[in-house]
């Protein structure tokens, strides 16, 4: 165990759903992560969030919405998904806000978008 | 540009073994880091080095820095079952934005037993 963790670990969802990924980590970080791992490719940094403020959005369309309400808690609001968003989506915290060199990981929520 | 490339993209070897993983990258970086996946599972990190460090231990895994030729070696000595991962490099660059990793597309390790 990390400390981090993720809700749901499985989803499969429609394009026309809405759905939320929720992470929460119990290391008392203040800066969070969200990743996306497809097959056969490099993770990809989506957002980051530090002290609760947006300081990264890495060009990721607007079906995305992430939400972080406290330093613990991380949301990534689904919307009108396509095929190719189906991915393993980890969420990920750090220490010592954006200078923090070791990122903690969740488990990941495995995303199926049919 | 693509940060953090590993070679090989598998490797299977037999329990006992040692197995060493190669990393390349492209910028200037603070530190590298090497990190483990299980099958669709979150990441784990094993073990970070500086840019001003050369090599580092922890238990049985051995990293190598090569700065001047941006490129970083994992050496897992005596190789369990359980070591089967996929292990990621990850660097922090020092041109961009601190928080930011960059990650590799991994290496897969397969050790038999």
């Known amino acids: 165990e990390t400390g981090v963790t993720q809700t749901p670990r499985h989803l499969v969802m429609g394009m026309t759903n809405k759905k939320s990924l929720k992470c929460e980590q119990h290391l008392g970080h203040n800066a969070m992560y969200w990743y996306k791992q497809s097959a056969k490719k490099p993770l990809e940094l989506m957002f980051v969030?530090?002290?609760?403020?947006?300081?990264e959005n890495n060009s990721v369309p607007s079906r995305f919405s992430p939400e972080c309400p406290n330093s613990s808690h991380l949301f990534l609001h689904l919307h009108t998904l396509q095929p190719e968003d189906s991915a393993l989506y980890l969420c990920?915290?750090?220490?010592?806000?954006?200078?923090?060199?070791?990122?903690?990981f969740g488990p990941g929520t495995r995303l199926l978008v049919l | 540009s693509q940060q953090g490339e590993e070679d090989p993209q598998a490797l299977s070897i037999q329990e006992g073994e040692n197995a060493t993983m190669n990393c390349s990258y492209k910028t200037s970086i603070n530190n590298l880091q090497w990190y483990r996946q299980n099958s669709g599972r979150g990441l784990v990190h094993l073990i970070l080095?500086?840019?001003?460090?050369r090599e580092k231990h922890s238990g049985r895994l051995r990293v190598t820095l090569d700065t001047s030729k941006k490129s970083s070696s994992l050496l897992i000595t005596a190789s369990r079952a359980a070591d089967t991962a996929s292990y990621f490099c990850?660097?922090?660059?020092?041109?961009?934005?601190?928080?930011?990793?960059?990650f590799g597309s991994g290496t897969r390790l397969l050790v038999r037993p």
């Open positions: 969030y530090s002290l609760e403020e947006r300081v």
């Open positions: 080095i500086r840019s001003n460090e």
């Open positions: 990850a660097t922090k660059s020092r041109e961009d934005s601190s928080y930011k990793l960059i």
């Open positions: 990920a915290s750090s220490d010592r806000g954006l200078a923090g060199e070791t990122q903690y």
